[in-house]
């Protein structure tokens, strides 16, 4: 499922326009994404959390050439998937 | 800090006028099954400028507990992966 797919559910489920399905979608989407942009983590109980890892700067080496490279420092958000969701997916498998 | 379904709601009523307190609440909590009834059904989840939800099949595989250091056979099982897109990963590292 996409996102637009995501918000014609949405509207449809809510029985509201797809105009405020979208808006509705985005600001959930941007204010997850600004928590994260922020360092902060995100908590949602029954479906997950969200947390940024800082990583300092290593010297790695491309899998291809062997080549020694220097990997600057970054920060990469994680997901652990929540109990409950997890459960879940792994009864529906056939 | 960290942000939780009560200030996604928050943020819904905020920048929503037309919606009352609880429908505010309704299209989170909408939003959130719509999203995991995908995952359970084992269909991705992409939500494009976020992220890619995905499922994937693990295969059986033969295991120790760490504790014991017994060896034991681990079930096949299906699990949630997530890839941040591009454009998540950049904006977590701009303002460094």
């Known amino acids: 499922?996409?996102?637009?797919?995501?918000?014609?559910?949405?509207?449809?489920?809510?029985?509201?326009?797809?105009?405020?399905?979208?808006?509705?979608?985005?600001?959930?989407?941007?204010?997850?994404?600004?928590?994260?942009?922020?360092?902060?983590?995100?908590?949602?109980?029954?479906?997950?959390?969200?947390?940024?890892?800082?990583?300092?700067?290593?010297?790695?080496r491309n899998p291809k050439t062997g080549e020694k490279i220097q990997v600057s420092p970054k920060k990469l958000p994680f997901f652990k998937?929540?109990?409950d969701l997890r459960e879940q997916v792994n009864k529906h498998k056939e | 800090m960290t942000l939780?379904?009560?200030?996604?709601?928050?943020?819904?009523?905020?920048?929503?006028?037309?919606?009352?307190?609880?429908?505010?609440?309704?299209?989170?909590?909408?939003?959130?099954?719509l999203s995991k009834s995908s995952l359970i059904n084992g269909q991705d989840l992409l939500l494009s400028g976020f992220g890619k939800f995905n499922i994937k099949d693990k295969k059986s595989r033969r295991g120790r507990n760490p504790q014991t250091g017994s060896?034991?056979?681990l079930d096949a099982r299906r699990v949630v992966t997530f890839?941040?897109?591009?454009?998540?990963?950049?904006?977590?590292?701009?303002?460094?």
């Open chain 1, 81 to 83: 998937v929540g109990k």
């Open chain 2, 83 to 96: 890839k941040p897109s591009g454009i998540l990963r950049s904006r977590i590292n701009a303002n460094r």
């Open chain 2, 4 to 33: 939780t379904k009560a200030d996604l709601v928050q943020q819904i009523y905020k920048t929503h006028p037309t919606l009352t307190k609880s429908q505010s609440t309704e299209s989170v909590e909408t939003f959130l099954m």
């Open chain 1, 1 to 60: 499922m996409n996102k637009s797919e995501l918000i014609e559910a949405l509207a449809e489920e809510m029985n509201i326009p797809i105009r405020e399905a979208a808006s509705i979608t985005n600001t959930i989407i941007d204010t997850m994404s600004d928590a994260l942009a922020r360092g902060e983590s995100i908590e949602i109980r029954g479906f997950g959390s969200f947390v940024v890892k800082e990583y300092e700067s290593y010297t790695g």
């Open chain 2, 71 to 73: 060896e034991l056979i």
